[in-house]
């Protein structure tokens, strides 16, 4: 059983920088590769990033490659999403999410077994 909480979500203006963690309970932390998607209003949730279990491989969606950074600390129970260069189409509400089993397809939203809250993030212009 995960329970994840996100934070660091808020407003900052476009080309500014942000950084969001999700913090996961339980012992077993290492056991879950991790991973992020946003939902903006109106849109269906898309997938942004995915960071395997001990953080050996990264993955992302085009629309932020280049800009956004994943990573993890294991002993700290937290994956983190460093977002620079922030634009407008950003603003979204973004959730971490974890998932047990391998698989190529990490962008399917429907390979991920926890899912936390979300935290807005508005890039105003």
């Known amino acids: 059983q995960v329970q994840l909480v996100e934070s660091g979500g808020g407003l900052v203006q476009a080309g500014g920088s942000l950084r969001l963690s999700c913090v996961a309970s339980g012992r077993t932390f290492s056991s879950y590769a991790m991973g992020w998607f946003r939902q903006a209003p109106g849109k269906e949730r898309e997938f942004v990033a995915d960071i395997t279990r001990g953080g050996s491989n990264t993955y992302y969606a085009g629309a932020v490659k280049d800009r956004f950074t994943i990573s993890r600390d294991n002993a700290k129970n937290t994956v983190y999403l460093q977002m620079n260069s922030l634009k407008p189409e950003d603003t979204a509400v973004y959730y971490c999410?974890?998932?047990?089993?391998?698989?190529?397809?990490?962008?399917?939203?429907?390979?991920?077994?926890?899912w936390g809250q979300g935290t807005q993030v508005t890039v105003s212009s």
């Open positions: 999410a974890a998932r047990r089993l391998n698989t190529v397809a990490v962008s399917e939203e429907r390979r991920y077994d926890y």
